[in-house]
């Protein structure tokens, strides 16, 4: 089986989906803009042959290297970056070369456009926040009149919270639609509630093989916007109402032979026009393994290997996982420019039986995932309470 990997040394995770299709047999071929010298020696041996390109987002360059792989080793079987950014581009090459294992120009779109999930929810009978494509002036106000404010604004097209706005009366809607650059915006009603995600894979029939939740305290726009500490954990027990929506989702949506990252708001209140306290409002969908360090909270908690599960649904072996998970693992970052009670060092020998991974966060991702970061994991909440109280308490 030929595989081509784009960007096999980023995000770091990418490296790890390199090794178990290695150890499954699987040819990778890699696809990046880093010098070879540079990628990781278990990078290297997980690699048949390495084509470095002057840029990744040069679509000529890169189908360039698929095509000498192509050549090479035979037809292309599957194709994958693992990455929300590279989405498109990946769409592209499996439609340019007839890689059938994966979305191609003309199912995208649904996983890739927020304004399409809309769809996608609602055929899985899961409500979404109403919505408006911003374009011009008279109907944009007239949809902040059905729904009021404060609205959220983002980019229809986008990863995170990248250009994502909370307008709170007239004025500040004014200022950015004079001021919003040319992209394709979405603005949704504004919903008081509680992030949470259903991260999995999916087999070729869009069974879940695997499935774990996280709750994310924090709106990633608050993160990135007032620069606020980054706190979310894995849950040990997923909620029905979450598990249900999340299986729904994954049967409506083009989530064939893939990881994915569901995102869904339980509102904390009554909305007229919306729902009511409890109720679950369908927010994004990412046809790509979580963000960050995900992946491996998700093997902290449940004690299993998610590179591999992934590995063996490529190869055709599609067998369920167990979903017990004996531990909350829980990512906690802090920032550079604040003053901590404790130091590093405190937290570390305090933790020392219970942390899992330590670290930099890359700047690539610093202002959404913070500078400083623990992962560590406990059989008790209140543990995990303890600890990001601890970690984060200031001077």
Wanted: hydrophobic share 35%.
């Amino acid at each position: 089986m030929n595989f081509v990997y784009l960007s096999p040394n980023f995000p770091e995770s990418s490296e790890h989906f390199c090794k178990a299709l290695k150890q499954k047999n699987v040819r990778v071929l890699g696809i990046g803009d880093a010098d070879y010298n540079l990628l990781s020696t278990e990078l290297k041996n997980s690699l048949e042959e390495y084509q470095k390109v002057s840029n990744l987002e040069n679509y000529h360059e890169v189908k360039k290297a698929c095509k000498y792989f192509e050549d090479k080793y035979g037809k292309i079987d599957w194709l994958e970056s693992n990455n929300e950014y590279w989405l498109l581009k990946d769409a592209a090459l499996r439609t340019d070369f007839n890689i059938s294992t994966g979305l191609n120009n003309d199912t995208v779109a649904g996983i890739k456009y927020k304004s399409a999930m809309k769809e996608y929810y609602e055929k899985a009978k899961v409500k979404v926040a109403r919505h408006h494509l911003v374009k011009d002036y008279e109907n944009c106000i007239k949809f902040i009149g059905e729904v009021g404010y404060p609205l959220i604004v983002k980019p229809d097209n986008g990863v995170g919270a990248s250009s994502t706005y909370k307008i709170s009366n007239l004025d500040e809607f004014n200022y950015f639609y004079e001021t919003k650059s040319s992209i394709q915006y979405i603005m949704e009603e504004f919903i008081q509630g509680e992030l949470v995600s259903y991260d999995g894979i999916a087999g070729k029939n869009r069974k879940v093989i695997f499935a774990t939740s996280h709750r994310f305290p924090i709106p990633v726009m608050e993160l990135v916007n007032d620069k606020k500490d980054v706190v979310y954990y894995t849950l040990r027990e997923m909620p029905e109402t979450v598990r249900i929506a999340g299986e729904s989702v994954i049967k409506a949506f083009e989530t064939n032979s893939r990881f994915f990252h569901c995102e869904f708001f339980i509102m904390t209140e009554d909305k007229d026009g919306l729902g009511k306290k409890g109720d679950i409002i369908g927010l994004e969908v990412n046809m790509r393994p979580p963000g960050g360090y995900i992946p491996d909270m998700m093997n902290y908690a449940s004690d299993v290997d998610v590179y591999e599960i992934w590995a063996n649904m490529i190869t055709s072996n599609e067998e369920k996982c167990v979903t017990q998970r004996p531990y909350f693992c829980v990512s906690v970052a802090r920032r550079d420019e604040k003053k901590y009670l404790h130091t590093q060092r405190d937290t570390e020998e305090k933790y020392k039986d219970d942390i899992m991974i330590k670290g930099r966060m890359p700047e690539a991702v610093s202002a959404a995932m913070g500078n400083d970061m623990i992962i560590a994991r406990f059989k008790e909440f209140s543990m995990v309470e303890e600890f990001i109280d601890f970690y984060l308490k200031k001077t």
